[in-house]
T-cell receptor, first 115, second 108 residues
Framework: DTGVSQNPRHKITKRGQNVTFRCDPI?????LYWYRQTLGQGPEFLTY????????KSRLLSDRFSAERPKGSFSTLEIQRTEQGDSAMYLC?????????????FGNGTRLTVT | QKEVEQNSGPLSVPEGAIASLNCTYS??????FFWYRQYSGKSPELIMF????GDKEDGRFTAQLNKASQYVSLLIRDSQPSDSATYLC????????FGTGTRLTIIP
């Protein structure tokens, strides 16, 4: 079990640039989630996939954010025209199936700093 | 009203004592509840989940659920300095919705 893998671990970018993060879930997990976490807050839901289908996207997510999960394996999260308010830890998590008791397994996160 | 509420702390507990962490939720339809531990700069890691009213024990940890009061708690017995972390309560509302977390410090 290699766990959930996220790359890069850290990303520093200038305001206005685009960034892309990658997440490789646990291989047999069919659900993949993206969360964002800022200091002193709990993880905030962004979007999730079941296999390759994006099933829900947070209303808080602006149209600068897009996520994909081609072929139902790894996922990418892209932020276009980054703003300083995008600075946060971006967490990816996966689960086998989101039945009531299916826990999420988190990756180590990608810390984004927008200067 | 927030969907999941926790006291942000910090909560300080002497080593060896019982730490009690509390969480309330607003949606009566919630079916399952999770406790995660998060060390500073690290990602959340699952401690345990509970879905039935009452207590569930796992080692030094006990989760308690009272659906009538919409209340979940986590007890940590024989607290150790290594238990110092932020504890996140999460509720299954179709996807996991997290509280802001309670920062726990165990004092040697």
């Amino acid at each position: 079990d290699t766990g959930v893998s996220q790359n890069p671990r850290h990303k520093i970018t200038k305001r206005g640039q685009n960034v892309t993060f990658r997440c490789d879930p646990i291989s047999e997990h069919n659900r993949l989630y993206w969360y964002r976490q800022t200091l002193g807050q709990g993880p905030e839901f962004l979007t999730y996939f079941q296999n390759e289908a994006q099933l829900e996207k947070s209303r808080l997510l602006s149209d600068r954010f897009s996520a994909e999960r081609p072929k139902g394996s790894f996922s990418t999260l892209e932020i276009q025209r980054t703003e300083q308010g995008d600075s946060a830890m971006y967490l990816c998590a996966s689960s086998l199936v989101m039945g009531p008791n299916s826990p999420l397994h988190f990756g180590n996160g990608t810390r984004l700093t927008v200067t | 009203q927030k969907e999941v509420e926790q006291n942000s702390g910090p909560l300080s507990v002497p080593e060896g004592a019982i730490a009690s962490l509390n969480c309330t939720y607003s949606d009566r339809g919630s079916q399952s509840f999770f406790w995660y531990r998060q060390y500073s700069g690290k990602s959340p890691e699952l401690i345990m989940f509970i879905y039935s009213n009452g207590d569930k024990e796992d080692g030094r940890f006990t989760a308690q659920l009272n659906k009538a009061s919409q209340y979940v708690s986590l007890l940590i017995r024989d607290s150790q300095p290594s238990d110092s972390a932020t504890y996140l309560c999460a509720v299954n509302l179709g996807k996991l919705t997290f509280g802001t977390g309670t920062r726990l410090t165990i004092i040697p």
